[in-house]
């Protein structure tokens, strides 16, 4: 496997006695989106300052890059670009004129700003709006003029705090679609803080859940859930045309299989939890029986599961 780009080892941050980050450690790889997950005042902002060397840890390790974010943090600086939560730009300049300026501050040569401000604003969609003031701009559209803020000096890891804070479903939706095209198309890392569940399971290869100052799990959705929720094995409910009684003959017949472990009768709609995926059987056993089917569903344990999960196990 690759090096990492982003490596934390035992990363801690104290304020007094009160531990905002307790040993984390974690390894992000090149190209990947991966997700923090966790509730606000987990620690997910003060992570991202020290992993900028913005805020010293106080005991443990950053490396971004290849380069120690406390002793080297102009070198990251230079190879991350940050989108703080909360944007700020110069509302009596247009779109352009702010790029520009921040275009410079990273110390890009003269004779490329102009383009590169240009080929930014096409890349997230601004260019329409480019010459408008940034009064004017929606939430949404200060969000992609952030982002272009951010990718204006090339970044090789682009850190992301709350992005879809304050942006409509539509607005969000083409945000997040935006993350996933740039990750993949310029092999952009991507470190993406929010406690929003749902936007983190449409664009995340990986997630951690974070919970006061502690990394409870890593991984993709599938072996967080497998490793959560292998003892439910696979949970399918079928729903008939007709109401089931609770004394249904057919139900000590479908006890006798092996793989089915439990039944619950809700009105027309039977569960089972089986030991492995046995939908197509059940199917063929309601055919078989003449009952008519209005559907059948198999329980996927997605990330609201996974995170109520863990909350239930801490609290």
């Not at 902002?45 to 290849?66: E, K, N, Q, R, W």
């Not at 989108?83 to 779109?95: E, R, S, V």
């Not at 290869?205 to 974070?210: A, M, S």
């Not at 009768?265 to 939908?279: A, P, S």
């Given at each position: 496997m690759k090096d990492p780009i982003i490596q934390l080892k035992g990363l801690t941050k104290c304020y007094g006695s009160q531990k905002a980050v307790d040993d984390l450690s974690l390894d992000i790889y090149k190209g990947e989106i991966f997700g923090l997950?966790?509730?606000?005042?987990?620690?997910?902002?003060?992570?991202?300052?020290?992993?900028?060397?913005?805020?010293?840890?106080?005991?443990?390790?950053?490396?971004?890059?290849?380069?120690?974010?406390?002793?080297?943090?102009?070198?990251?600086?230079?190879?991350?670009?940050?989108?703080?939560?909360?944007?700020?730009?110069?509302?009596?300049?247009?779109?352009?004129?702010?790029?520009?300026?921040?275009?410079?501050l990273n110390g890009l040569a003269e004779k490329e700003i102009m383009k590169r401000a240009i080929e930014v604003m096409e890349i997230v969609g601004l260019s329409s709006a480019m010459n408008k003031r940034t009064s004017t701009f929606s939430r949404g559209m200060k969000q992609r003029l952030g982002l272009a803020d951010v990718l204006i000096k090339e970044p090789d890891v682009i850190i992301l705090d709350e992005p879809t804070l304050g942006i409509d479903p539509n607005g969000v939706r083409e945000f997040l679609t935006l993350i996933k095209r740039l990750s993949k198309e310029q092999e952009l890392t991507v470190l993406l803080s929010s406690h929003h569940l749902h936007?983190?399971?449409?664009?995340?290869?990986?997630?951690?859940?974070?919970?006061?100052?502690?990394?409870?799990?890593?991984?993709?959705?599938?072996?967080?859930?497998?490793?959560?929720?292998?003892?439910?094995?696979?949970?399918?409910?079928?729903?008939?045309?007709?109401?089931?009684?609770?004394?249904?003959?057919?139900?000590?017949?479908?006890?006798q299989w092996e793989t089915i472990e439990q039944i619950t009768?809700?009105?027309?709609?039977?569960?089972?939890?089986?030991?492995?995926?046995?939908?197509p059987a059940l199917v063929r056993f309601f055919v078989e029986k003449e009952y008519d089917i209005l559907g059948v569903h198999q329980k996927d344990y997605g990330l609201d599961d996974i995170y109520q999960k863990y909350f239930e196990d801490i609290n």
């Open positions: 997950l966790g509730p606000n005042g987990a620690g997910k902002t003060t992570t991202i300052l020290m992993m900028l060397g913005l805020t010293d840890p106080t005991s443990g390790s950053a490396f971004v890059c290849g380069y120690n974010a406390t002793n080297n943090p102009i070198s990251v600086k230079r190879k991350v670009g940050y989108m703080p939560d909360t944007l700020g730009f110069y509302d009596n300049m247009t779109a352009l004129e702010n790029l520009v300026y921040i275009a410079r936007h983190v399971q449409q664009v995340c290869d990986r997630v951690g859940i974070f919970v006061k100052g502690k990394l409870l799990a890593q991984g993709n959705i599938d072996t967080l859930s497998g490793n959560l929720f292998s003892n439910k094995g696979h949970v399918v409910s079928v729903t008939l045309a007709q109401v089931v009684p609770q004394a249904w003959p057919l139900a000590q017949e479908l006890r009768i809700n009105k027309k709609t039977i569960e089972f939890e089986c030991k492995q995926n046995i939908t």
